[in-house]
């Protein structure tokens, strides 16, 4: 297995301009997270979802940040627009929701907002 | 809201001997408790968990404790190695979905 894949690996954008990171979780599994990382604020959960349906977003900072799962193999979180205070690297992570609670991260995405 | 504190936020070692970092939470119904690594510039990976029914729990070097009553759980390293110098994330979960990390501990690792 390919582990969680993210894409891109790398984001540099400007200020205002839209965003949408992507992620593809394990095959099988039906839990999906998404995190920022940032030095001042750690490792924060954004939203997740199981079996594709979002279960909560109340981590979501703004109405700027949006996140979907159309099917079982793939999730964007989109900002829009963007602001250099949403400069991060950001994780997805999967798991299988029946199973111990592992959760499986993606590399990450590094956005830097200018 | 639930809530999982870690301490310290850094710590320093000799290489060869022990790393303790402590967590307490707060949610009584967390049944999961994992731990991750995470090197520089690297994604946050299991090393180690344990379930509420079990008290402790050790792979090798590295150990977990839990204490169900007082809500506390720690991470043991005995026999450091420069490479276990890393962010060592806790955290507490329901059981596959909801986890809340601890803020991290950087754990240095001195030759």
């Known amino acids: 297995d390919a582990g969680v894949i993210q894409s891109p690996r790398h984001e540099v954008t400007e200020m205002g301009q839209e965003v949408t990171l992507r992620c593809k979780p394990i095959?099988?599994?039906?839990?999906l997270f998404w995190y920022r990382q940032t030095m001042m604020r750690g490792l924060e959960l954004l939203i997740y979802?199981?079996?594709?349906?979002?279960?909560?977003d109340s981590g979501m900072p703004e109405d700027r940040f949006s996140a979907k799962m159309p099917n079982a193999s793939f999730s964007t979180l989109k900002i829009q627009p963007s602001e250099p205070r949403d400069s991060a690297v950001y994780f997805c992570?999967?798991?299988?929701?029946?199973?111990?609670?592992?959760?499986?991260f993606g590399p990450g995405t590094r956005l830097t907002v200018t | 809201g639930e809530n999982v504190e870690q301490h310290p936020s850094t710590l320093s070692v000799q290489e060869g001997d022990s790393a303790v970092i402590k967590c307490t939470y707060s949610?009584?119904?967390?049944?999961?408790f994992p731990w991750y690594k995470q090197e520089l510039g690297k994604r946050p990976q299991l090393i180690i968990d344990?379930?509420?029914?079990?008290g402790e729990k050790k792979d090798q070097r590295i150990a977990v404790t839990l204490n169900k009553t007082a809500k506390h759980f720690s991470l043991h390293i005995t026999e450091t190695q420069p490479e276990d110098s890393a962010v060592y994330f806790c955290?507490?979960?329901?059981?596959?979905?909801?986890?809340?990390f601890g803020a991290g501990t950087r754990l240095f690792v001195k030759a």
């Open positions: 992570a999967s798991s299988l929701a029946r199973g111990l609670g592992e959760q499986y």
């Open positions: 095959s099988g599994h039906n839990s």
């Open positions: 979802f199981n079996n594709n349906v979002p279960i909560d």
């Open positions: 949610d009584s119904a967390s049944n999961y």
């Open positions: 344990i379930r509420s029914n079990v």
């Open positions: 955290a507490a979960s329901t059981g596959g979905f909801k986890t809340i």
